[in-house]
């Protein structure tokens, strides 16, 4: 059974910084990606960033490009959300996601792209 577990949220002061963490077990994404999507109170889930796992190649929205990174760790099945320089806008829930199969034409920042998802972490940024 595949199990995306996220961690590292919390409350954090505008422009300061936070680390998410997503473990996963119950198999390995070598041949996917994983990525971040966040959904606030009353709005859709949207994408925040994905990181395709063999070459490590990344995007981002634009609304959190430069301030935030994607990175993983191989050997832990473990991907991070790095974020920085936070906003009261970044407040939401982020959910960490995983698709096995990397597909060239498909749109990664829709979540019907992606077949498997954690639980969600709350972050919450105060101005």
């Known amino acids: 059974q595949v199990q995306l577990v996220e961690s590292g949220g919390g409350s954090v002061q505008a422009g300061g910084s936070a680390r998410l963490s997503c473990a996963a077990s119950g198999r390995t994404f070598s041949n996917g990606a994983m990525g971040w999507f966040r959904q606030a109170p009353g709005k859709e889930r949207e994408f925040v960033a994905r990181i395709r796992w063999n070459d490590g190649s990344t995007t981002y929205a634009d609304s959190v490009k430069d301030r935030f990174t994607i990175s993983r760790d191989n050997a832990e099945n473990t991907v991070f959300l790095q974020m920085n320089n936070l906003k009261p806008e970044d407040t939401a829930v982020y959910y960490c996601?995983?698709?096995?199969?990397?597909?060239?034409?498909?749109?990664?920042?829709?979540?019907?792209?992606?077949?498997?998802w954690g639980q969600g972490t709350q972050v919450t940024v105060s101005s």
């Open positions: 996601a995983a698709r096995s199969i990397w597909i060239s034409n498909i749109d990664m920042t829709s979540p019907t792209a992606w077949s498997y």
